[in-house]
């Protein structure tokens, strides 16, 4: 199985709460070059997990005009101050196909670190519309592989 964390693109600095913030113009463009690099390398993804935070599901949107129609699911676990252990712990119930999960940091960075060190202080840096995909026959803490890590504007791979 695969997981592919994404940052969420570019956002605005300002809007009335944090959960509120739009993507920049900037931030849409990263999120379709997201989705067009994805499309290319051919994942099958089975689901696409979401924050509710507007800029990620602007940039789900943006990934998912690339992938096509993808089951979306939003889900709570995902804003930028949720635990990555609770989080891991949801992923290690998952028995589904290849993942997409968008959301924001320091989640994203601490998951990687999480699930593929298991020490949520071991994540790479992750700038926004970067992405990480890890693989492993169940997602559990210190046992997946990181396969790759991809940021915007190029994506090409790194790791």
Not at 6 to 16: N, V
Not at 124 to 139: I, Q
């Amino acid at each position: 199985m695969k997981i592919v964390i994404l940052r969420h693109g570019e956002a605005e600095i300002y809007a009335d709460s944090d959960a509120q913030r739009n993507l920049s113009d900037y931030g849409h463009e990263q999120a379709k070059s997201a989705g067009l690099c994805l499309k290319n390398l051919a994942i099958e993804f089975e689901q696409v997990w979401v924050s509710p935070y507007l800029r990620a599901q602007q940039t789900a949107d943006g990934v998912l005009s690339e992938l096509g129609d993808i089951p979306r699911e939003t889900l709570d676990g995902l804003t930028p101050e949720s635990s990555p252990s609770q989080l891991a712990e949801a992923l290690a119930t998952y028995r589904g196909g290849d993942l997409l999960l968008v959301s924001h940091q320091p989640l994203v960075s601490a998951l990687v670190g999480l699930l593929a060190n298991a020490d949520h202080r071991a994540g790479p840096p992750m700038s926004p519309a970067s992405m990480a995909m890890l693989s492993a026959d169940t997602l559990l803490a210190g046992c997946c592989q990181l396969r790759w890590l991809r940021h915007a504007p190029t994506f090409e791979a790194t790791v």
